[in-house]
């Protein structure tokens, strides 16, 4: 298995309040992701990167912003947490080396946050 | 706006029956189409289809894809209670000038398997 570790695994804050959701990564892969999963719409990109201080939206990333200061971490941060972001929120990584072969995710445990 | 479409979105079946999901697409700048099962945690991988009519296979699970139609599915044989899960279909598009393979996914079936 990848060995990719999210948290925390749970969290309940406030709307309003900031909120970071951090995705640590063994295998040293150049891309890490971040979905978010919804009852209705599968799951949704919100950010990716594809190198240290390399990263990029995805089709959802109103709200959020990432950083990788480092390869093995992906954090994803909500500034001001809106009831609309209560979701469960999985970070993926890729094990393509070369961005002209297929992508295959390797997805993280998630983690359940609910915005009060 | 790329979209893949799964269906159906929920299936009961008894241990023994044989399922088929359904999976099409619209995307533009096909690369591949991949199928995650998803328990109570990670979606975890299963196959990646690439070229039409080349059927991947492992173990009970089968899976096709038909570029000219667009469309994937994903057959299970002999079903078992721990079939039962969340199975996801994402295609993987080239982003254009951007250096990742974007995937869209599918809002995934339901499958319930009773004993």
């Known amino acids: 298995d990848a060995g990719i570790t999210q948290s925390p695994r749970h969290k309940v804050t406030e709307t309003g309040t900031p909120v970071t959701l951090r995705c640590h990564q063994t295998e040293n892969h150049r891309y890490m992701y971040w979905y978010r999963q919804d009852p209705g719409h599968g799951l949704r990109l919100i950010h990716y990167?594809?190198?240290?201080?390399?990263?990029d939206k995805g089709e959802v990333s109103d709200g959020y912003s990432v950083s990788r200061s480092k390869t093995e971490d992906f954090l994803l941060t909500l500034e001001s947490a809106t009831s609309s972001q209560t979701s469960v929120y999985f970070c993926a990584i890729s094990d393509s080396l070369d961005t002209t072969t297929n992508e295959k995710l390797f997805f993280g445990s998630g983690t359940q946050l609910s915005v009060l | 706006e790329d979209k893949v479409v799964q269906s159906p979105l929920s299936l009961v079946v008894h241990e023994g029956d044989t399922v088929t999901l359904n999976c099409s697409y619209e995307?533009?700048?096909?690369?591949?189409l991949l199928w995650y099962k998803q328990e109570k945690k990670a979606p975890t991988f299963l196959f990646m289809l690439?070229?039409?009519?080349i059927e991947k296979k492992s173990g009970r699970l089968s899976s096709i894809l038909d570029k000219k139609e667009l469309f994937s599915i994903l057959n299970i044989t002999a079903t078992q209670t721990g079939d039962s899960a969340v199975y996801l279909c994402a295609v993987e598009s080239n982003a254009g000038g951007t250096s990742y393979g974007k995937l869209t996914f599918g809002q995934g079936t339901i499958l319930t398997v009773h004993p």
């Open positions: 990167s594809y190198g240290v201080k390399d990263t």
């Open positions: 690439t070229s039409s009519g």
């Open positions: 995307v533009t700048n096909f690369r591949s």
